[in-house]
């Protein structure tokens, strides 16, 4: 059976875990407890939706890239092939320079004024 807490979570430590990060780091960014973050990576927990967004940001990761990879696992999981869009790859090099799906600049560089 699948069970999307556990997705979630695994989505959520493989993001945390590429990034070279401790859940200590990602619970104090995100404003969560560190075990609790533990106990939603281990798809313990259920994460609200306002703890999920709060880890995402945490993380740099738009909540959007974390629901289609957890979408894309359910999918899998089930037999059914969902071709990409974006190679995996290519996505990796964008998010790695702060570029949305479009190629465009997430964090646009600001310059102080006076």
């Not at 407890?33 to 740099?60: F, T």
């Not at 974006?86 to 998010?95: K, N, S, Y």
Request: aromatic share 2%; charged share 30%.
């Amino acid at each position: 059976m699948i069970v999307l807490r556990r997705e979630i979570g695994d989505v959520l430590r493989d993001a945390r875990q590429r990034q070279g990060r401790t859940l200590r780091e990602v619970s104090s960014a995100a404003r969560v407890s560190l075990g609790y973050l533990s106990e939603v990576e281990r798809g313990q927990k259920e994460a609200s939706s306002e703890l999920l967004a709060s880890i995402c940001e945490a993380l740099d990761v738009p909540m959007s890239l974390v629901l289609r990879e957890v979408s894309d696992r359910v999918a899998v999981a089930e037999g059914l092939h969902i071709p990409d869009t974006i190679p995996a790859d290519v996505f990796a090099g964008m998010l790695s320079r702060g570029e949305d799906a479009r190629g465009v600049d997430r964090q646009p560089d600001l310059a102080p004024v006076g």
